[in-house]
């Protein structure tokens, strides 16, 4: 695995024509519930920025790429007629201004018929004759019968939760990109270089540039690690550094990896914090399987931090009673994980079926992203975290539940910040396999 252009012929055999039949298959499921006949997937184009003449980063429409790798092309079409081939209208404009995108020549190509337009006005004449029963994913000046119907984007978000053998291998490249990201930005904190330095050595090692990456990294040194999503990218280069938190993916054919990891500059009691988290989080992996409700996973999670929250003295109560009393989630005040592929926060956590119908969130669970009993073939990521946020646990100080906090303790460990573990699971028949762990272990 070098590079994105470079991906393995053997993706494209087998398992892309697989693939591609299981996209066709989910798309005539879908057709048929929002009772028409074709589909029509825009690959959309970027919008411009106010008052300006510059456009925003362009981002793939998520349908689109699960099609085909294609993510860097605005205004293509994929014209899927049920019984006939597949049609990439793939733009191709004549334009010395900008250099056109190639014509797709990797052999996943072969399963198209691929027709260059010069614009999208062009694309008219390769759609089916009457719009009437087709359906549109995307925005398009176009009369079509639907647009962006619900009955078929819930069919579709059910089933995407299911991935197939081609996307789990390229969820698998995207976790080898994340982990070669993770090990050089690591590396650059270490001998110490900002979090701006960071994120460029990050960069560099997985060979994607910013606007390519599945989400905006967190790369978060010291009290930054405090803030959830933390923004900013400091350029100062502190010599009394003592944490560092990123939490950045990288992409492989528009599928994401998303991958957290927390060290500490030192061997103290932070490292032991996070070694301990580390434990927790792998132990969590461990107990992954079909079947799991995801809100158990969820309040087994706080339980873990209850007893290392003890275990670290950092409160006075045990683990039952911390969850109890609601102390532990004051430590880690976010959801344990998601669903992942397409796109970072997948889509489909709620869905029980491809009706539509949805599962909801236990009373007391507001952070659940993912209601849906785990199934074979799911990926979902797991990432407990436990922190020193200052707007949670001060309001908390003058209360009866403060008293149960060491703020002793809290005061020595919030200059590290916080600690989050996430990786990446696929959910397999008997268990789960953890495609980040193999990463970074791969990496020797
Ligand atoms: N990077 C966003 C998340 O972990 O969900
Ligand atoms: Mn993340
Ligand atoms: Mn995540």
Known sequence: MKNQQTAPESLYGEL????????????????????????????GAPPMQFLDDQAYPFKVNPHFKQWV??????????????????????????????????LPQAPWAEAFDIVPIPNLAAARAHLPDTLARTALIGELPLKFGQVNPQSLLDSLHYHRAFK??????????????????????????????????????????????????????????????????????????????RSFLIDAGANFNGYASDITRTCSAHEDDFAMLVSGMDQLQQDLCATLRPGADWADVQMDTHLRVGHLLREADLIRIDGEAAVAEGLTALFFPHGVGHLLGLQVHDAGGFLRDESGATIDKPPGQPFLRLTRRLESGFVVTVEPGLYFI???????????????????????????????????????????ENLTRQAFAALG
């Open 16 to 43: 892309y024509r697989t693939h591609l039949a299981s996209v066709c298959a989910r798309a005539d499921k879908a057709l048929e519930r929002a009772d028409c006949d074709n589909l029509v997937v825009y690959s």
């Open 69 to 102: 790798p294609v993510l860097d092309n605005p205004g293509c079409l994929l014209v899927y007629q049920p019984g006939r081939r597949p049609r990439l209208l793939f733009n191709h404009p004549t334009d010395f201004w900008h250099k056109p995108a190639a």
């Open 164 to 241: 197939t053998g081609y996307e789990v291998e390229c969820l698998r490249h995207a976790n080898h990109f994340g982990a070669l990201g993770h090990r050089a930005a690591q590396a650059s904190f270490l001998a110490g270089g900002s979090e701006f330095d960071a994120h460029l050595a990050y960069l560099q090692a997985c060979n994607q540039r910013e606007e390519e990456l599945p989400y905006n990294s967190i790369v978060a040194i010291d009290t930054n690690a405090a803030v959830l999503h933390y923004q900013h990218l400091e350029r100062s280069r502190s010599t009394q550094r």
């Open 390 to 432: 200052d707007p949670l646990l001060e309001p908390v100080r003058q209360m009866a539940l403060g008293r149960q906090i060491n703020w002793n303790r809290v005061k020595a460990l919030r200059p590290c910040g916080g600690i989050r573990i996430e990786d990446n699971v696929l959910i397999t028949e008997t268990g789960s």
